[in-house]
């Protein structure tokens, strides 16, 4: 979602601009592009769902655009991660209704 008053992107999309606290806006197509802002890598399975994947990371993406969001980086070792490290998202098909999006290095 971009503010059509000022340009700014939202994430999540949400019936204000943070910016300009214009209510007009328009979809646009994101880059799929941004670096890892912050990361942790979880060790301990809080969730009997989550053994199978411990250690897992979680990483704050801000994207080219400028919003940041929370995915886990994918396709590099956990000691890899670096903060600035340019990302790109990928999608997993968890249905033919919903994806999940995560990010890989670039």
């Given at each position: 979602?971009?503010?059509?008053?000022?340009?700014?992107?939202r994430?999540?999309?949400?019936?204000?601009?943070?910016?300009?606290?214009?209510?007009?806006?328009e979809?646009?197509r994101?880059?799929?592009?941004?670096?890892?802002?912050?990361?942790a890598?979880?060790?301990?399975?809080?969730h009997?769902?989550?053994?199978?994947?411990a250690?897992?990371?979680?990483?704050?993406?801000?994207?080219?655009?400028?919003?940041?969001?929370?995915?886990?980086?994918?396709?590099?070792?956990?000691?890899?991660?670096?903060?600035g490290m340019?990302?790109?998202a990928?999608?997993?098909?968890?249905?033919?209704?919903?994806?999940?999006?995560?990010?890989?290095?670039?």
């Amino acid at each position: 979602m971009r503010c059509a008053s000022c340009g700014a992107h939202r994430f999540p999309a949400r019936p204000r601009c943070d910016r300009c606290w214009s209510t007009e806006f328009e979809w646009a197509r994101a880059s799929g592009r941004g670096i890892v802002h912050s990361f942790a890598v979880m060790h301990r399975v809080y969730h009997p769902a989550f053994k199978d994947y411990a250690p897992y990371n979680f990483a704050v993406i801000e994207l080219d655009e400028g919003p940041r969001m929370l995915a886990s980086v994918v396709d590099c070792p956990n000691d890899r991660i670096q903060v600035g490290m340019p990302v790109e998202a990928v999608f997993d098909d968890l249905t033919e209704e919903a994806a999940l999006v995560r990010f890989r290095p670039r």
